[in-house]
Structures are given as structure tokens and as C-alpha cells.
């Protein structure tokens, strides 16, 4: 994970990530590349009516999430930890974000 030199979560090495607390999707503000996932993601929150935001998050604060997520094109993976915090998990959230993603339609090219 890429960390700004005033601590604030940035993204992966090749995925983006999401932070749940519980009631909100939390997309870190800060020098990311947005991949195609997560634009995706966005998009659905929105039209589930889920809410979500995009701020800046230290890595010293996520104890305040219970759930982080990897995004990618290959789909969504759940992080157990980051630096030495354990998340506790959100499988029924993590199953709405693959789910939400599924349904997400196909763009032709």
C-alpha cells in the first residue's frame, strides 16, 4: 500500500481500496490512479442509494473501519490487515460490492 508522507492512505500497487465502518463506503482521498473497479463501484453505491464518500484517511485512523477491500481488475479481494490492525470483516457487505459489480454492465469496444 502506498502511504503519503504525512501518513494518509494513498492505493496498492496495482488496486485501489475501500474502507467500510459499517453505514459508509470510504474511498481515500489522495494521489490515485482510479481504476476501472472502482469507478464501477461508484457508480453502483450511487444507485443502490449506499452511501459513500472520498476523503483522506491516515493509516493511523483505520481502526475506525471494520472492513477494507482491494480493488482491481481481477475483482475484489478482502484485506485482513494492514499494518498489524486486523479488520474484523464484512462478508455481507464484501458479497453487496461483488454483487453490485456483477451487475455492472458491459461496455462494447
Do not use: K
Not at 3 to 32: C, H, K, Q, R, Y
Not at 37 to 45: D, P
Not at 71 to 94: C, E, K, M, Y
Amino acid at each position: 500500500m502506498f502511504v503519503t508522507a504525512d501518513g494518509s492512505i494513498a492505493e496498492g500497487t496495482f488496486w485501489n481500496i475501500a474502507l467500510w465502518d459499517g453505514e459508509t463506503a470510504t474511498w481515500p482521498e489522495g494521489p490515485v490512479l482510479a481504476g476501472v473497479t472502482l469507478s464501477l463501484l461508484r457508480q453502483a453505491l450511487a444507485q443502490a442509494a449506499i452511501p459513500q464518500r472520498s476523503i483522506p484517511v491516515r493509516l493511523d485512523a483505520i481502526g475506525a473501519y471494520r472492513a477494507a477491500f482491494a480493488l482491481n481488475s481481477t475483482g475484489i479481494q478482502d484485506i485482513a490487515a494492514i499494518d498489524g490492525h486486523v479488520f474484523g470483516g464484512d462478508a455481507r457487505f464484501g458479497a453487496w460490492l461483488r454483487a453490485l459489480l456483477a451487475a455492472s454492465p458491459w461496455e462494447p469496444f
